[in-house]
């Protein structure tokens, strides 16, 4: 593990960035990483990527917070009925063999990305204010029992539910969805203490690593274009989530850190081309005089 922890905290960096840059993905990286390269057995890095990604999030929700670009009511909520329902999937999944643990998060994954790459409204809309209190207790229970399950915490659940079934634009989805992440993220951890030790060591310093990337997503969320947020974060989950079905299968892909490096520039690279995005100036329409003010109405 000594060789392996400069390699595992570089990417526990990356697991931050996800989490600020794009509200979800955290759990993505981080029970792949505490199995495949941290070497933990998969319910312990399952717990463990609980506890990073809780705090994690938990921190990064700050900057969201002073632009403004948190629902209180409608995570507050969420996060509630999330809670109970991972709460429940953590006592669960501890009777659950490990490989269906993990190919059922990988084929979650697959669908979420499928949902978010194709989009169900214009990126920019306002959407409601706050989304009805029933269909916010539904779908909070729901994702926080897959939560659980699985050591999701939830954002590549939470993000699409809140931008494609809610309309809120991306960037106030990605805040609030921090805030629930963090509520399920704890709850699905306490579950999962009746069962399963932490290795603390390792989990405080994967966790520092996290929270310092975190900062510098959430930094950079506001200069991405919305409709660039929610294709990258379909992309990257697609990505994960076919690494992660991959090795379930038989004969599957095996890892090594080399294999985990590459996966570490796809993931800046995503970055790094939102960023590109951000900076170009917006289209202007043929036959419009770049100068020109636009039409009322």
Excluded: N
């Excluded at 949902?115 to 214009?122: E, F, L, V």
């Amino acid at each position: 593990m000594s060789a392996a922890l400069p390699l595992t905290l570089g990417l526990a960096v990356l697991v931050g960035i996800s989490l600020g840059l794009l509200g979800g993905g955290g759990s993505i990286l981080a029970v792949p990483l505490l199995v495949y390269v941290a070497d933990l057995p998969v319910r312990e890095a399952i717990a463990t990527s609980l506890l990073v990604v809780g705090v994690t999030s938990l921190v990064g929700v700050l900057p969201h917070a002073r632009a403004r670009r948190v629902r209180w009511r409608t995570g507050l909520v969420f996060g509630l009925a999330g809670m109970a329902g991972a709460y429940v999937g953590g006592r669960l999944a501890g009777h659950l063999p490990p490989t269906f643990l993990l190919t059922g998060f990988a084929v979650l994954m697959l669908a979420t990305a499928a949902a978010m790459i194709r989009g169900r409204r214009a990126a920019g809309e306002a959407g409601p204010p706050e989304l009805p209190l029933a269909r916010v207790l539904a779908d909070g229970a729901v994702v926080g029992l897959v939560t659980g399950l699985v050591g999701a915490g939830g954002g590549f659940l939470v993000v699409p539910a809140l931008a494609l079934l809610g309309g809120l634009p991306m960037p106030v989805a990605i805040g609030t969805s921090l805030l629930v992440i963090a509520m399920k993220s704890f709850a699905g951890l306490a579950g999962y203490l009746w069962t399963v030790d932490i290795h603390w060591p390792l989990a405080v310093a994967v966790t520092a690593a996290a929270v310092l990337g975190s900062l510098l997503g959430g930094r950079l969320t506001s200069r991405v274009p919305a409709d660039v947020l929610r294709r990258s974060f379909g992309w990257f989950v697609l990505v994960m989530g076919g690494f992660v079905l991959a090795r379930q299968l038989p004969g599957g892909v095996r890892t090594d850190p080399a294999l985990w490096t590459g996966l570490a520039g796809l993931a800046i690279g995503v970055v790094l081309a939102a960023l590109a995005c951000a900076r170009r100036p917006p289209a202007v329409p043929a036959g419009v005089d770049p100068g020109s003010t636009p039409p009322a109405g």
